[in-house]
């Protein structure tokens, strides 16, 4: 119904065109119940229904955009798109030409549907606090429906709706010591949840025992496919952005410079066939199967938007205006899951990063926090909980030679935060041995 | 619209026990260039309403772009549905808050009463600025722009509440990068993330220096790029408003957010290694530092005349003489917590509920100026204008990085030095600031892009500080 509802807005934008105008759609809408917990309990919970529509209206090479919130009722959004793109039409009038507009004017169209086979949202809340009874369960989730779609007035029409749910929850043992999990989904699993509930709560024995502190130093550390999210993360802050790249702000100019290179283990691509996050654009460009960004170490590819190829002459890739990766996939490799604390030995076991950040962008250096269940490991036995550890260390040396090894499983690890909206992006990611890593405070 | 809300709303029948509306409409528009470039012009009309109700003890909200009759009927059926399927075990009784019932208006200086600027002077404007940027072939990117927002705001309850309040902003902002030799370095105007955001009209541009700012941050990018590292060790650290900002936020702001300390933000923004019983004993830092919760300060970015939840702002110190007094703690979680705090129940649009948020955060001046405070360093390092930040989740152990640092020795600046960075413990790195400036080293900055909450929120806060100095801090630079 709300695919119909869109086509309908779509056919009604093209009725307000005027003789060499042309337009763009992207609609971005979500109905979702978001429910807080903490201690076990539920904080804050409510639904949250939006519809936000990026209009550009096109003349020639000059063009102009707005978002605007609409009620999802037709006539009245009608009435309101009759009158935005007469407002953009007058701004129009202020706006030079634009060198670098590229237009997807072949059109792709084409769906992706999901019917919703999630439960009332209460009903999950019931299912967690029932779970949650004597924990300090904090946490959060979000279930619903999320569509997007794209139209122009060149006739391309591309839908994607999906209902999902969220539950990303903490268990605390005490002060800043907790065990972090999440289940996500189309479809909630009541016995799922639990097992997935009493395997965190099992960790939380390991909390409990007595916070080790240890100096800064360099120490062997295994990063979960969690933690090292964090730190490919960090990738994305324009890292593999062409523009970004091209005008010298990419923390990885000395990777694509062929200066520096990442260990052969490493090997990263944009896999947007085997992600979540829609196959088209909100331009309406649509992505290829899959982009290499670093094989075997070397860097391989970045991300171009349809901006960046006009302005640099080159072949755009389905990269969205701020060429970031959505649908990450790193390598696996060899270490087998089960042999992970064996072959650490003696060091860390980080379970999370912690806001991080550039402390040397030129080379790639970041700084974070270690979070929730970090362990002091002897021999291949967790020893202790580790109180809170600030690092500071190269991706280049992390993720170079000091790269010991990757597991072979990977994780699926689904973003759950959501500014503005909620999102579609995920990374599938091994976990990772380091023989140093750098603590500093 | 507002008058319309305003009848539909009271014709709805809530039946509960508390019922409040919050209308926001918001516009604005994105003007810039880029290498001399137009880049595209974009604007917004952001429209909603979320109704929220306390029932039988329960709390639910609902949020709805449909400002239709039917659409507020269906948010507040979806509120109450909420409130009465969490009222069993929800972590709070909701029905022992007081809420307010505020009636009143507010409105921030305004761009209606600013110096008129068209689109196309404004478009002139940033090109001229732009144009100055490209002094020799290291300059390599080169940006500007100016982002204006208008807010409109209607807070309702089912009994008679009334509040509008009326927002004006203006952000302007500029970044150079230069590059040679294998090294990158970016220089901007207040910051690359806005740290000049003010409300009010375009007498902003002026304050903020956009006008003629073009050639100087471009020369002071090249003089980065030529500048030895910054110096590691432990010295003095001179702080200028654009990091005082930064240092504020997030050492003193996030910690004091009364929500964080109740545990609520423990599974995504953290909690805080300041507990309850600290209030009104802890020192927070040097007999030198006070605090205030300010959103009564008109121009800063967050100032105000009511939260979220109706409650009046007014001017608090919450640190004074180094002792802490008060959380950022709105209505709701001060009746949880069962202690005093201020009106920071906060929400960043229509489509979030209202969480503890800073909102005007900031350092009140000493009696030094910049050149006393200069004279009385052996050894040290000035800096300004963050560019990273990251601190531990109970915002303690903390490592921050500016754009552009200074080495001073013997009292005197020696020479410009690039990627400062240094780190520290909140817990003790107030204690260790040895000289307030005045007013002459003060400035009002913010940013639009605070991040907390579940779900996620950004919302405006502002920052005013003085430049401050601390002794025996760990400074260091990049890797050679």
Do not use: M
């Given at each position: 119904m709300i695919k119909q509802y869109f086509h309908d807005l779509a056919d009604h934008l093209a009725a307000q065109l005027q003789r060499g105008e042309d337009y763009t759609a992207w609609l971005a809408g979500e109905r979702s119940d978001f429910v807080r917990f903490n201690h076990g309990k539920v904080r804050q919970a409510g639904e949250v229904s939006q519809l936000y529509l990026t209009l550009r209206l096109i003349q020639g090479q000059k063009h102009v955009s707005s978002q605007l919130t609409l009620a999802g009722r037709l006539d009245d959004d009608r009435g309101q798109l009759s009158a935005e793109v007469a407002r953009l039409r007058t701004m129009l009038a202020d706006v030079a030409a634009d060198p670098h507009l590229?237009?997807?004017?072949?059109?792709?169209?084409?769906?992706?549907?999901?019917?919703?086979?999630?439960?009332?949202?209460?009903?999950?809340?019931?299912?967690?606090?029932?779970?949650?009874?004597?924990?300090?369960?904090?946490?959060?989730?979000?279930?619903?429906?999320?569509?997007?779609?794209?139209?122009?007035?060149?006739?391309?029409?591309?839908?994607?709706?999906?209902?999902?749910?969220?539950?990303?929850?903490?268990?605390?043992?005490?002060?800043?010591?907790?065990?972090?999990?999440?289940?996500?989904?189309?479809?909630?699993?009541r016995d799922a949840f639990r097992a997935k509930f009493d395997h965190a709560a099992a960790q939380l024995l390991l909390l409990q025992r007595p916070a080790k502190t240890i100096a800064p130093g360099s120490y062997r550390a295994y990063l979960t496919p969690g933690a090292l999210a964090e730190v490919i993360g960090m990738l994305n802050w324009g890292g593999f952005s062409e523009k970004q790249l091209r005008s010298k702000r990419s923390s990885l100019i000395r990777l694509a410079d062929g200066e520096q290179a990442l260990n052969p283990m490493v090997s990263l691509l944009e896999h947007t066939a085997e992600g979540l996050a829609p196959a088209f654009q909100s331009e309406g460009f649509i992505k290829p199967a899959k982009v290499d960004l670093v094989r075997e170490g070397r860097f391989a590819g970045s991300l171009i938007s349809p901006r960046s190829a006009k302005e640099y002459g080159i072949a755009a890739n389905g990269g969205n205006e701020g060429e970031i990766m959505e649908s990450l996939q790193m390598a696996g490799g060899e270490l087998a899951q089960a042999r992970i604390l064996a072959e650490l030995g003696t060091g860390l076991y980080i379970s999370n990063l912690w806001y991080l950040n550039f402390s040397d962008r030129m080379n790639c250096r970041l700084t974070g926090m270690t979070r929730f269940a970090t362990f002091w490991v002897e021999n291949g036995e967790i020893v202790a909980p580790l109180n809170v550890m600030r690092f500071d260390d190269s991706v280049y040396r992390m993720l170079g030679k000091n790269l010991e090894a990757l597991t072979r499983e990977r994780e699926l690890l689904v973003e759950t935060q959501t500014y503005g909206s909620r999102q579609t992006s995920s990374q599938l990611l091994p976990g990772a041995l380091l023989s140093e890593m750098a603590l500093v405070l | 619209m507002i008058e319309e809300i305003k009848q539909r709303f009271r014709a709805l029948k809530p039946g509960t026990a508390f019922c409040a509306l919050r209308f926001v409409e918001e516009t604005g528009e994105r003007l810039e260039v880029r290498q001399d470039v137009e880049q595209p012009l974009t604007s917004q009309t952001d429209r909603g309403v979320m109704i929220t109700v306390i029932d039988g003890g329960g709390y639910g909200y609902a949020a709805t772009s449909d400002l239709s009759t039917a659409g507020l009927q269906a948010a507040l059926d979806r509120a109450r549905a909420w409130a009465a399927a969490t009222r069993s075990h929800s972590v709070f009784d909701y029905g022992k808050v007081a809420l307010p019932r505020p009636t009143g208006r507010y409105q921030s200086p305004s761009l209606s009463q600013s110096p008129r600027w068209t689109r196309r002077e404004l478009l002139d404007l940033l090109m001229a600025e732009s144009r100055a940027c490209k002094l020799d072939d290291r300059i390599v990117d080169w940006h500007a722009f100016i982002e204006r927002k208008q807010s409109r705001q209607l807070y309702l309850t089912h009994d008679g509440a009334e509040v509008e309040q009326l927002f004006d902003f203006v952000m302007p902002g500029l970044a150079v990068t230069a590059y040679g030799d294998g090294d990158s370095q970016t220089r901007s105007l207040g910051g690359q993330y806005n740290g000049y955001c003010r409300q009010g009209g375009f007498e902003i541009l002026q304050q903020a220096g956009l006008i003629g700012a073009g050639r100087r941050v471009a020369e002071e990018a090249i003089e980065l790029l030529t500048a030895p590292n910054c110096p590691s060790g432990t010295m003095d650290l001179l702080l200028k408003p654009e990091q005082m900002m930064l240092q504020i936020h997030e050492s003193i702001g996030h910690p004091l957010e009364l929500d964080r300390i109740l545990g609520d933000e423990r599974n995504y923004a953290g909690t805080s290694f300041v507990t309850l019983d600290m209030f009104g004993q802890y020192q927070y830092g040097s007999e030198l530092l006070n605090v205030s919760y300010d959103p009564t300060l008109a121009h800063e970015f967050a100032a105000f005349g009511w939260d979220d939840d109706g409650t009046a702002g007014a001017k608090t110190l919450l640190i004074k003489r180094g002792k802490l007094l008060k959380p950022l703690g709105g209505a709701i979680s001060q009746a949880r917590a069962g202690i005093d705090g201020v009106a920071n129940s906060r929400a960043c649009s229509w489509n979030r509920a209202p969480i503890d948020r800073m909102a005007n955060l900031n350092v009140e001046p000493g009696d030094k100026t910049l050149a006393e405070m200069i004279a009385g360093i052996e050894r040290g390092v000035m800096m300004d204008t963050n560019v990273s930040w990251s601190i531990d989740d109970s915002r303690n152990k903390f490592q921050f990085g500016c754009e552009q640092g200074w080495l001073i020795e013997n009292g005197e600046i020696r020479h410009v030095v690039k990627n400062p960075n240094y780190r520290g413990i909140s817990a003790t790195f107030w204690r260790s600031l040895k000289a307030v400036g005045n007013m002459s080293t003060f400035d009002v900055m913010g940013t639009p892009y605070c991040g907390k909450g579940e779900p996620s929120q950004v919302i405006r806060v502002g920052h005013a500080s003085p430049a401050c100095l601390f002794g025996n801090v760990d400074v260091f630079g990049a890797e050679e």
């Open positions: 590229l237009l997807n004017t072949a059109p792709q169209s084409g769906e992706h549907i999901e019917p919703s086979r999630l439960p009332a949202a209460e009903a999950i809340v019931d299912d967690v606090v029932n779970a949650a009874n004597g924990f300090d369960f904090v946490g959060f989730l979000a279930c619903g429906p999320v569509f997007n779609g794209f139209a122009n007035s060149w006739g391309q029409r591309n839908w994607q709706e999906k209902a999902s749910f969220s539950l990303d929850w903490s268990l605390y043992a005490g002060g800043d010591k907790a065990v972090k999990a999440g289940y996500a989904g189309t479809e909630w699993d | -």
